[in-house]
């Protein structure tokens, strides 16, 4: 696995409508390497998933730059960006009809293509991620008849198959019980520290 470094130069993040700049945070510099998990704390609307998406290509930094491994993130494409960051975001899920295990095998499709199959081992990655998250016994079961913290694992465990060099999460622990919040730090915390994962 490529051991990842994110770098923010001079950052200045938010959106950008009809012309108009709205700035959420401005001058973000900071150095984020392989091996660690970084929490990100703030007060409610200081811009916390707006910089995680920037951080994931999603949305343009308004200024500045993000650099990930040596190179501007603008510079890499969407499969390379799907190969390198795996993210958790808090948006609602829309797709009640897929199983567990489907849902998790869609961390896959970096590698498989939106039509390919999974191979045997592309479905070993799957039940990995879906093990280290402790859902095992759930892969046969609809998304719609998940609640909302079993879902959350799965989405967790998605990001997991998909195994890139850097995880970013927007609140991993919302929606989990205080017996999973342990269990799911602790997994964040093996990411980084044992598989040299940039978290």
Known sequence: MTQ?????NDLSIGYRAQGTDKVLARHLNARLPEGRLTCLLARN????STLLRTMAGFIPSLDGQVVLADKPLSSYSPKEIAKTIGVVLTDKIHCGNLTAFELVAMGRLPYSGFLGGLTAADRDIVKEAIEMVGMSSFVKRKISELSDGELQKLVIAK??????????LDEPLAFLDFNSKISMMQLLRHLAHDCNKTV
């Open 45 to 48: 609307g200081a811009g916390k």
């Open 4 to 8: 990842i470094t994110y770098t923010l």
């Open 159 to 168: 990001t997991l198959a998909q195994q890139t060099a850097v995880v970013l």
